[in-house]
C-alpha cells in the first residue's frame, strides 16, 4: 500500500536554515493531510494540518504546502531547532474518513 | 494536556500465547484506534472502533485480533495466540470526533517482542 510516499528517508540540516519535508500520494479521495512528529520510544505527535481546500497552513515555525493537482505536500520547518531532530510522518484521510495512511516517514537531524 | 496512557511500555511474551495491550483513550475521545509499527517499516492501521464497536479494520487485522472497551476508560487490543511477525510496536489513538481539525492522539506505545 503505498498510497502515501516519502521519498527522503532522511534530511540534514544546519541549525537556523529551512528543513523541506516531502510527501506524495495516490488516492485522490485524500481530503485531510497531517503531519506528524516522532521520538524515540513515544509515540506519533500531531503537529499540523491542512484541508484539501486550502494550499497554506502555518503554525509558528512550521508551515504545510498543498498542490493538489500534483498530489504533493510539503513541510517547512524555519528556522530549524536542534529540537527539531526526529522522524517526520506525513498522513492522509478521506473525506468523513476514520482511519490514517502514513507515509515511511523522514528522519530530520539538525546540526548546532 | 491529556494525553493517551498505554501499557505495558514491553512485553515479551513466547509464540502461542495470548497478549492484553491495553489503553487508556483521552477522556472525552469517541473514536478509537490500534496502529503498529514493525521495526523499520510504516506505521499499519489495524482497527477503529466507536460506538462500542468496530467501524472499520484492515486485513493485517484478522481473526486471531480483538479489540474490546471493557469499561469506560480502558481500550484494549487481544492477541489471541501470537506469531513471531507480530513482533512490533502498537500504539493505541485516540480522536475527538471525526471532523477534518479533528487529529488522532497516539500514546507512547507498547513494544511487543514475541520469541
Known amino acids: 500500500d503505498q498510497q502515501v510516499k516519502q521519498n527522503s528517508p532522511s534530511l540534514s540540516v544546519q541549525e537556523g536554515r529551512i528543513s523541506i519535508l516531502n510527501c506524495d500520494y495516490t488516492n485522490s479521495m485524500f481530503d485531510y493531510f497531517l503531519w506528524y512528529k516522532k521520538y524515540p520510544a513515544e509515540g506519533p505527535t500531531f503537529l499540523i494540518s491542512i484541508s484539501s481546500i486550502k494550499d497554506k497552513n502555518e503554525d509558528g515555525r512550521f508551515t504545510v504546502f498543498l498542490n493538489k493537482s500534483a498530489k504533493h505536500l510539503s513541510l517547512h520547518i524555519v528556522p530549524s531547532q536542534p529540537g527539531d531532530s526526529a522522524v517526520y510522518f506525513c498522513?492522509?484521510?478521506?473525506?468523513?474518513?476514520?482511519?490514517?495512511?502514513f507515509g515511511g516517514g523522514t528522519r530530520v537531524l539538525v546540526k548546532p | 494536556e491529556p494525553e493517551v496512557t498505554q501499557t505495558p511500555s514491553h512485553q515479551v511474551t513466547q509464540m502461542g500465547q495470548e497478549v492484553i495491550l491495553r489503553c487508556v483513550p483521552i477522556s472525552n475521545h469517541l473514536y478509537f484506534y490500534w496502529y503498529r509499527q514493525i521495526l523499520g517499516q510504516k506505521v499499519e492501521f489495524l482497527v477503529s472502533f466507536y460506538n462500542n464497536e468496530i467501524s472499520e479494520k484492515s486485513e493485517i487485522f484478522d481473526d486471531q485480533f480483538s479489540v474490546e472497551r471493557p469499561d469506560g476508560s480502558n481500550f484494549t487490543l487481544k492477541i489471541r495466540s501470537t506469531k513471531l511477525e507480530d513482533s512490533a510496536m502498537y500504539f493505541c489513538a485516540s480522536r475527538v470526533d471525526t471532523a477534518d481539525n479533528s487529529p488522532l492522539h497516539f500514546g507512547n506505545g507498547t513494544r511487543l517482542t514475541v520469541t
Open positions: 498522513a492522509a484521510i478521506k473525506a468523513a474518513g476514520n482511519k490514517l495512511t
